[in-house]
């Protein structure tokens, strides 16, 4: 849609990866969790159920699709999908890639320590990859 | 399906609330939060994307139904949706109502402190409610 714009503190911690049909996708810029971050891009959207049923169903799929090719990229343990928004109001889902090793594990990423922004380099490495296994044009 | 089986440690923190299509519906036993829990009745299934695509849009449109019913029956600021699975890894997507005031807020639920039961009678009458605001037979 024409008007849409992302949140601003989306926009500034993280990086855009492409454009699935309903979701901008974005890589939460923190080196601690491969993360990816999906916007369906539509404005004044807060809660999944705000979405037409049709448009839940895409949503989901998509926010699938961003899980298991981030899973296949990072064989990763498990994939934690959440909409929570009690900060950011502009609905948006998380999928994030989990290891046994990882700084957080079992517990939830989300409020966990202070993001760790990725080296430039890698970050962009990072994009590049994803953004060709989802298909997602930048 | 015949064959379906509740993950025990699902078994023993939640109580039954009802059925819906593709999900059964559970209670948190946490008076802490408003809390559901949608388990798609499938066996063998951990991550949203091990689903069909159609299971996908059908299991995240009852969670959305969910999550509007449990807005309207506690005022909530924010509905929290999660499908995180570390420990427990039976598919099941939390919905929990979340509120300013509450004891995590703006933090996730999910490892945070420990879960404090509901006394029995207001969980069954919480239980009640939350059936016939689904529609959700036991």
């Known amino acids: ?71 296949s990229l990072t064989g990763a343990t498990k994939i934690n999908i959440g909409a929570l928004g009690n900060i950011v109001r502009q609905l948006h889902i998380h999928v994030v890639a989990r290891k046994e090793s990882d700084a957080a594990w079992p517990g939830p990423v989300w409020g966990f320590g202070a993001r760790e922004p990725y080296v430039p380099r890698f970050r962009e490495g990072m994009r590049l990859k994803l953004a060709e296994a989802l298909g997602a044009p930048a």
């Open 1 to 71: 849609m024409d008007d849409f714009r992302l949140d601003p503190t989306l926009e500034r911690d993280t990086a855009f990866v492409g454009a699935l049909p309903r979701c901008d996708v974005l890589l939460m810029d923190d080196c601690r969790f491969p993360w990816l971050i999906l916007v369906p891009r539509m404005m004044g959207v807060s809660e999944l159920f705000d979405l037409e049923p049709a448009d839940q169903g895409a949503v989901m799929r998509e926010a699938a699709i961003a899980g298991r090719t981030l899973k």
